[in-house]
């Protein structure tokens, strides 16, 4: 009896082999805890329900759907900048890129096609149909070829006039400056976006545009009178900022002078009639000079 003096009692064993065997299966690599069957093709074992891996596949594919829309806009900006469908807004030079192999049989009859969806699109704009010309205009784009530049330079011109009338300005002025980078000597895109970007009062940009229709065309009447009539509106503007920002630095040197018993009146702000430029005065008692 003598040598089973240090023998462990069955419970203690059991207890024992419990502990062991739950250590083994957390040290356990996963390839180990889940063999495939290569020759077979079977699923890991703990996949034994064949939905599940479906369903984590499908929620997956739900969550890009959902997104789809943001790459399918129809030119209207969102909260993102981001402008018309993921193809027209490729750089054109990448386009050219892609291109470079096509066939010409294959050129033509793309160009062929776009023209025909150009010509939907003018039909939809005269009846009023602007949404759905803006989208024939689209189309379009997304056919015609890069080397068609031209061609492409007035798809964007007659797709930013569609947008216009759907007040989408900010994606219409996008637009024609694509049609202007494609064709710098086409008119009508730069007096459409000069149009667009006097109603967005960005009237330096404006003149600018009309600027540069008058040097290609001195005969464009609306360039002309624009020209005439922009840098008195500039003007009248910049004093309008001007008054706006003194009477903000009078209201912030106020805040700082009272405590001192001072105010912004006991400096006087005199211009130079000759070179417009403005001298400060200090004046101990300004309402004695009044």
Not at 9 to 28: C, G, I, R, V
Not at 216 to 242: F, G, T, W, Y
Request: with cysteine; net charge negative.
């Amino acid at each position: 009896m003598e040598e089973f003096k240090d023998a462990i009692l069955p419970e203690e064993l059991l207890d024992h082999l419990k502990l062991s065997d739950q250590k083994s299966s957390e040290t356990e690599p996963k390839h180990a805890q889940n063999p495939k069957n290569t020759e077979s093709g079977s699923t890991p074992s703990s996949a034994k329900d064949p939905t599940t891996a479906d369903e984590c596949f499908h929620d997956c594919h739900d969550s890009f759907e959902a997104k789809e829309p943001m790459l399918d806009d129809e030119g209207n900006l969102q909260s993102d900048e981001n402008s018309s469908r993921k193809q027209t807004e490729l750089d054109e030079e990448y386009l050219l890129e892609l291109e470079k192999d096509m066939p010409e049989e294959e050129k033509q009859r793309r160009r062929k096609e776009s023209t025909t969806l150009k010509e939907k699109g003018n039909d939809q704009f005269k009846k009023g149909d602007y949404g759905e010309a803006e989208d024939s205009y689209t189309k379009a784009l997304q056919i015609c070829p890069a080397c068609f530049q031209k061609d492409r330079a007035v798809l964007f011109s007659n797709r930013a006039a569609a947008k216009m009338k759907q007040d989408k300005t900010e994606a219409a002025l996008s637009d024609c400056s694509k049609a202007v980078e494609l064709d710098p000597n086409y008119i009508r895109a730069l007096l459409r976006r000069a149009e667009l970007y006097e109603k967005t009062e960005k009237l330096d940009e404006a003149l600018e545009d009309y600027k540069a229709v008058l040097e290609k065309d001195p005969s464009v009447h609306q360039a002309r009178e624009a020209c005439m009539r922009l840098p008195r509106q500039i003007e009248e503007r910049n004093e309008k900022l001007k008054k706006e920002m003194l009477g903000k630095l009078k209201d912030l040197g106020n805040l700082v002078l009272r405590p001192f018993g001072l105010s912004t009146e006991n400096f006087q702000i005199k211009q130079d009639s000759s070179t417009g430029s403005y001298s400060i005065n200090f004046v101990q008692n300004p309402n004695n000079n009044r």
